[in-house]
């Protein structure tokens, strides 16, 4: 069976601090990969989607970057976070059809302070 | 810019009732999804309808949707207190392989 892994859980770093997310799947191959991010109370703004390794299409001008340097492998990162950058930053993939059926990962709770 | 709104914002209910949400979207669909999300806790996929269906079941699930109406609903019959959470409805616009947009939720809270 498939499975996604997303560490830390909870994060919290200064501003100016430069991030790291990363996220990994199992049991799968080729699968499509995302980035989300929820701001508290609201809903979810996608920030990166990857169809291949290092196919990687933003959606949102922002201080975030992306990288799939492996095939089932999605990293989130950031050379200096900023305060609006904290938020709850959710991994996820799909198989097949983009944007259809997405599993996602337990989430990394990012504090920037 | 917001494709699918969920309403209510907030629904409290008693076990064993029936809960229903609901969405609206402003334009042409493929498909509209619902999952779901538990406080702090990633999202799980609960149903996908397209466009062309009128209404699916999954367990104690139903989810219909009015194409010429532009909204959806999700019934969860005999709730339990697990069913507590937040709901989403996700829309992809028609024609495109556009992005799958999320609404704020409609949060869920079953009294046991």
């Known amino acids: 069976s498939q499975t996604i892994h997303q560490w830390p859980a909870t994060l919290v770093q200064p501003v100016g601090s430069p991030l790291s997310l990363e996220c990994t799947v199992e049991?799968?191959?080729?699968?499509?990969l995302y980035w989300y991010r929820q701001a508290a109370g609201r809903g979810l703004q996608l920030l990166f989607y990857s169809v291949g390794i290092g196919q990687i299409s933003s959606e949102v001008p922002q201080n975030l970057s992306a990288s799939r340097p492996q095939d089932r492998q999605f990293i989130l990162s950031s050379k200096k976070l900023l305060l609006s950058d904290s938020g709850f930053y959710l991994c996820a993939w799909s198989q097949g059809v983009l944007n259809e059926k997405l599993f996602f990962g337990s989430g990394t709770q990012l504090s920037v302070l | 810019s917001q494709q699918g709104e969920e309403d209510p914002q907030a629904l409290s209910i008693q076990e064993g009732e029936n809960a229903t949400m609901n969405c609206s979207y402003k334009t042409s669909i493929n498909n509209l999804q619902w999952y779901r999300q538990n406080s702090g806790r990633g999202l799980v996929h609960l149903i996908l309808?397209?466009?062309?269906?009128r209404e699916k079941h999954s367990g104690r699930l139903r989810v219909t949707l009015d194409t010429s109406k532009k909204s959806s609903s999700l019934l969860i019959t005999a709730s339990r207190a697990a069913d507590t959470a937040s709901y989403f409805c996700a829309t992809v616009r028609g024609g495109s392989q556009g992005n799958l947009i999320f609404g704020k939720g409609t949060k869920l809270s079953v009294k046991p």
């Open positions: 049991g799968t191959s080729n699968p499509n």
């Open positions: 309808i397209r466009s062309n269906e």
